[in-house]
């Protein structure tokens, strides 16, 4: 097994913010199959299969910014391997509200995170219909790839050529345009005899419901439901991600409150209505899993530690404790209705910090430790670890190993002992979520490639950078025939399952 060795000491290098903003900019074609040549490194004849990325491919129409790039349409690439041939494909989620805007180019839709249509707050007032903009994450599901965003339904693509299918409602289990979660696992490791993925969907209110799905998804039955089953809490939940265990789902409800009126006048989007509330307490929902050994039983509520959550990394059970893996924030991050998102200030921003919750089940007690003090997003583990212990994570940073920046390294850290392992893209190169692909066969966790893609500042160009998963060294590098903004989470689908 690799020991981690600090081998790269970051450097206090500072970054062109021109750099960073440059990569927020249209998505203005749409290529299929297009070869790729490699720029650096070496093919890798045995990684075969397809990357899926997903996240904002407009950012502006006639000339109006959107307020924030989480409020953009969603745009779907896919980067195939087949014995060292890689082939570029990207689409946008051909969703109504994209299709109507595209029509007129202008946004006639409002921004969860605060875009307003033009004529002010008169021509916003009361106007609560929201676009699905599909462009949080792809994942593939049986014999459809979903284009996924929380509030609403899921879109299936072709996985071959991206294009849009529509809405599904997944063979009848959903309603159309139902609340489904852009945070699917893919479980290895449930006690099911396929390979599971487990996912939910939230209404929120006064009270909310958790709606916990377990789909098939390998084998004859793949895309059929197993497991349905919804859940109430008291009180507004904002659920973004989840966590896993064999037995578990563990939900987070962070201590904010939801104030909808600034929303409903015009002034704000829904989500900076949200605001931390420092007399509640966050607590742990966990509930048991259908197909675990704890199943019927009713769902254990646990006070949770201060804090913002929107990701977990990973979770797993340890006797009657669960140990918990999840990037805090201090407050909820928003850009404030005056602020420029491509300007923002990093310094007065709420930096996300990689921590461990003790839970203890029996107890019902919950303790936090820190794992990392530096400012990441985007951890992943190695996908055959999810729901059991892992050792090791991989991470989108910053370059400074102090103070809130964009993100332009990456980190793989062994949990336990801490050490730490650093690619960095600085000065002028910006990361994103490093997806882990497992060497067929291989006999560690930390064996295999992170796919990453890079947004280069020096070219004003995306790449993709192949690293070796296990020492961070750099094996390939394709150039991009597109330029693609800062985007969202992804997926890797192994050749068999295309
Ligand atoms: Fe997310």
Same mark, same amino acid.
């Given at each position: 097994?690799?020991?981690?060795?600090?081998?790269?000491?970051?450097?206090?290098?500072?970054?062109?913010?021109?750099?960073?903003?440059?990569?927020? #900019?249209?998505?203005?074609?749409?290529?299929?199959?297009?070869?790729?040549?490699?720029?650096?490194?070496?093919?890798?004849p045995?990684?075969?299969? @397809?990357l899926?990325?997903?996240?904002?491919g407009?950012?502006?129409?006639?000339?109006?910014?959107?307020h924030?790039?989480?409020?953009?349409?969603?745009?779907?690439?896919? $980067?195939?391997? +087949?014995?060292?041939?890689?082939?570029?494909?990207?689409?946008?989620?051909?969703?109504?509200?994209?299709?109507?805007?595209?029509?007129?180019?202008?946004?006639?839709? *409002?921004?969860?995170?605060?875009?307003?249509?033009?004529?002010?707050?008169?021509?916003?007032?009361?106007?609560?219909?929201?676009?699905?903009?599909a462009?949080?994450?792809? $994942?593939?599901?049986?014999d459809e790839?979903?284009?996924?965003?929380?509030?609403?339904?899921?879109?299936?693509?072709?996985?071959?050529?991206?294009?849009?299918?529509?809405?599904?409602?997944?063979?009848?289990?959903?309603?159309?345009?139902?609340?489904?979660?852009?945070?699917?696992?893919?479980?290895?490791? %449930? =006690?099911?005899?396929?390979?599971?993925?487990?996912?939910?969907?939230?209404?929120?209110?006064?009270?909310?419901? &958790?709606?916990?799905?377990?789909?098939?998804? /390998?084998g004859?039955? /793949?895309?059929?439901?197993?497991?349905?089953?919804?859940?109430?809490? +008291?009180?507004?939940?904002?659920?973004?991600?989840?966590? $896993?265990?064999?037995?578990?789902?563990?939900?987070?409800?962070?201590?904010?409150?939801?104030?909808?009126?600034?929303?409903?006048?015009? #002034?704000?989007?829904?989500?900076?209505?949200? +605001?931390?509330?420092? +007399?509640?307490?966050?607590?742990?929902?966990?509930?048991?899993?259908?197909?675990g050994?704890?199943r019927?039983?009713?769902?254990? &509520?646990?006070?949770?530690?201060?804090?913002?959550?929107?990701h977990?990394?990973?979770?797993?059970? =340890?006797?009657?404790?669960?140990?918990?893996?999840?990037?805090? !924030?201090?407050?909820?991050?928003?850009?404030?209705?005056?602020?420029?998102?491509?300007?923002?200030?990093?310094?007065? !921003?709420?930096?996300?910090?990689?921590?461990?919750?003790?839970?203890?089940?029996?107890?019902k007690?919950?303790?936090?430790? %820190?794992?990392?003090? #530096?400012?990441?997003?985007?951890?992943?583990?190695?996908p055959?670890?999810?729901? $059991?212990?892992?050792?090791? /994570?991989?991470?989108?940073?910053?370059?400074?190993? @102090?103070?809130?920046?964009?993100?332009?390294?990456?980190k793989?850290? =062994?949990l336990?002992?801490?050490?730490?392992?650093?690619?960095?893209?600085?000065?002028k190169?910006?990361?994103?979520?490093?997806?882990?692909?497992?060497?067929?066969?291989?006999?560690?966790?930390?064996?295999? !490639?992170?796919?990453?893609?890079?947004?280069n500042? %020096?070219? *004003?160009?995306?790449?993709?950078?192949?690293?070796?998963?296990?020492?961070?060294?750099?094996?390939?590098? !394709?150039?991009?025939?597109?330029?693609?903004?800062?985007?969202?989470?992804?997926?890797?689908?192994?050749?068999?399952?295309i």
């Amino acid at each position: 097994m690799t020991s981690l060795q600090e081998k790269n000491i970051l450097n206090n290098q500072v970054f062109d913010k021109a750099d960073w903003s440059s990569a927020y #900019q249209n998505v203005e074609v749409e290529l299929e199959n297009q070869s790729l040549k490699i720029s650096k490194g070496n093919i890798i004849p045995e990684l075969n299969g @397809t990357l899926f990325r997903n996240g904002p491919g407009i950012l502006e129409r006639d000339g109006q910014w959107l307020h924030h790039p989480f409020d953009g349409d969603g745009m779907i690439t896919a $980067i195939k391997f +087949k014995n060292g041939k890689a082939s570029f494909t990207n689409k946008f989620v051909k969703t109504e509200g994209f299709l109507k805007e595209q029509n007129v180019n202008k946004f006639i839709y *409002r921004g969860v995170f605060g875009t307003q249509k033009k004529g002010g707050v008169i021509n916003n007032a009361f106007n609560l219909k929201l676009k699905n903009i599909a462009n949080t994450h792809v $994942i593939k599901l049986g014999d459809e790839l979903l284009a996924l965003w929380e509030a609403a339904g899921p879109h299936s693509l072709d996985p071959n050529n991206l294009e849009t299918n529509g809405l599904t409602t997944l063979k009848g289990v959903l309603k159309k345009n139902e609340a489904f979660s852009a945070h699917p696992k893919v479980d290895f490791n %449930s =006690n099911s005899a396929d390979e599971v993925l487990i996912t939910f969907g939230v209404q929120t209110g006064p009270t909310s419901t &958790i709606r916990l799905m377990e789909f098939s998804n /390998s084998g004859k039955n /793949s895309g059929q439901i197993l497991f349905d089953r919804k859940y109430k809490l +008291k009180g507004f939940a904002f659920l973004h991600d989840f966590a $896993i265990t064999t037995n578990w789902a563990i939900f987070l409800q962070n201590a904010i409150d939801f104030n909808p009126l600034p929303f409903v006048m015009g #002034q704000k989007g829904a989500a900076q209505c949200l +605001k931390s509330n420092p +007399k509640k307490t966050a607590k742990f929902f966990i509930v048991p899993r259908d197909s675990g050994l704890f199943r019927g039983q009713p769902p254990i &509520i646990i006070d949770a530690p201060e804090g913002f959550v929107f990701h977990h990394v990973n979770a797993y059970e =340890n006797d009657s404790n669960i140990i918990l893996d999840s990037i805090f !924030y201090d407050d909820f991050p928003s850009v404030g209705p005056d602020e420029d998102f491509r300007n923002i200030d990093f310094d007065n !921003y709420p930096a996300g910090k990689l921590k461990r919750s003790l839970i203890d089940l029996k107890g019902k007690s919950s303790k936090l430790v %820190s794992i990392s003090n #530096q400012t990441c997003e985007f951890a992943v583990t190695n996908p055959n670890f999810l729901g $059991i212990k892992s050792n090791y /994570s991989w991470m989108a940073c910053t370059e400074r190993k @102090t103070g809130n920046a964009p993100l332009q390294a990456i980190k793989k850290i =062994n949990l336990e002992t801490k050490e730490e392992l650093f690619w960095s893209a600085a000065p002028k190169g910006f990361v994103s979520e490093p997806i882990m692909v497992p060497k067929e066969g291989s006999k560690y966790e930390d064996e295999g !490639y992170l796919l990453i893609l890079i947004w280069n500042g %020096s070219r *004003r160009g995306s790449d993709l950078i192949i690293l070796n998963s296990s020492n961070l060294e750099e094996l390939a590098t !394709y150039e991009l025939p597109i330029n693609i903004p800062h985007g969202l989470h992804g997926s890797w689908a192994n050749e068999k399952l295309i």
